[in-house]
């Protein structure tokens, strides 16, 4: 009876292990911006904003990439926060005109993801881009963490 309890005992011990190293290793294995985007894609300058709380707690960054080769710019929201977990992630892109103020469209997605959101791509060679990004908690607190380049940038 005492080996049965002591293998039972070791039995929980790795079990609970597993489940405290298992947030470790989701974190860890987290895609890169990079490999979300494809082959191709690098960051540009400011292109990692974190999306925070009113209260400055950061549930994930959003990151702008862009392809020199095509032309196209690419978007992704990437959570840090309840990895692993179905929440409410969103990303959007806008392209400018040649003009100050007009647009000429972009692309907005949101939906439960585990881990990101994206890609989402747009054409941009010659054009200013505008992005953003939003991650809800698990529910439980409602909270929404937001991110977004104000002014327009990456005119490529």
């Not at 002591?6 to 989701?26: F, M, Y």
């Not at 209260?55 to 020199?68: A, Q, W």
Request: glycine letters at 14%; charged letters at 15%; hydrophobic letters at 35%.
């Amino acid at each position: 009876m005492r080996g049965s309890t002591k293998t039972i005992l070791l039995a929980a011990a790795l079990s609970i292990g597993g489940i405290v190293a298992n947030p470790a290793h989701a974190a860890a294995s987290a895609p890169s911006p990079e490999r979300v985007c494809g082959s191709g894609f690098a960051r540009v300058a400011h292109s990692k904003q974190a999306a925070k709380t009113p209260s400055g707690d950061v549930f994930g960054h959003v990151y702008l990439l862009y392809n020199r080769r095509t032309g196209y710019n690419c978007v992704t929201t990437i959570k840090t926060s309840n990895v692993g977990v179905a929440t409410f992630v969103s990303a959007t892109i806008t392209t400018q005109t040649r003009g100050v103020h007009g647009r000429t469209g972009g692309k907005n997605e949101g939906r439960q993801v585990k881990h990101y959101l994206g890609p989402l791509k747009v054409y941009g060679k010659g054009r200013c881009v505008k992005y953003s990004g939003t991650i809800w908690d698990d529910g439980r607190g409602a909270a929404v963490a937001t991110a977004r380049w104000k002014s327009w940038g990456n005119c490529g």
